[in-house]
């Protein structure tokens, strides 16, 4: 089994910062790509950010120059930087990992979210 645990999230004004974390645990071999994704109220969920194992990133046009994702794998652990932030922003954040057991299968794994509310 494997858990993600995340946290950071809070309420903060237009134009302030916040930095998730989250946290993997379990039986890990190896994670392949972590990600973070967001769902507001009525909307689909959406992917934010994600890394891959060797340090790439991608981002959501969106949140582009604005949120940085960060990873340090020895600590199986994920950030996401948020700068700038707006009240389009608010919603609750997941973090999802790709992750290789210890049985060496693949599977998905998701945190419990973590709510972030910007107020104008």
């Known amino acids: 089994q494997v858990q993600l645990v995340e946290s950071g999230g809070g309420l903060v004004q237009a134009g302030g910062s916040l930095r998730l974390s989250c946290a993997a645990s379990g039986s890990i071999f190896s994670i392949n790509a972590m990600a973070w994704y967001r769902q507001a109220p009525g909307k689909q969920r959406e992917l934010v950010a994600i890394?891959?194992?060797?340090?790439?990133?991608d981002y959501v046009d969106s949140v582009k120059g604005r949120f940085t994702i960060s990873r340090d794998n020895a600590k199986n652990t994920v950030y996401l930087q948020m700068n700038s932030l707006k009240p389009e922003d608010t919603a609750v954040y997941y973090c999802?990992?790709?992750?290789?057991?210890?049985?060496?299968?693949?599977?998905?794994?998701w945190g419990q979210g973590t709510q972030v509310t910007v107020s104008s």
């Open positions: 890394t891959i194992g060797g340090g790439s990133a």
């Open positions: 999802n990992a790709q992750v290789r057991t210890s049985d060496f299968r693949f599977s998905n794994y």
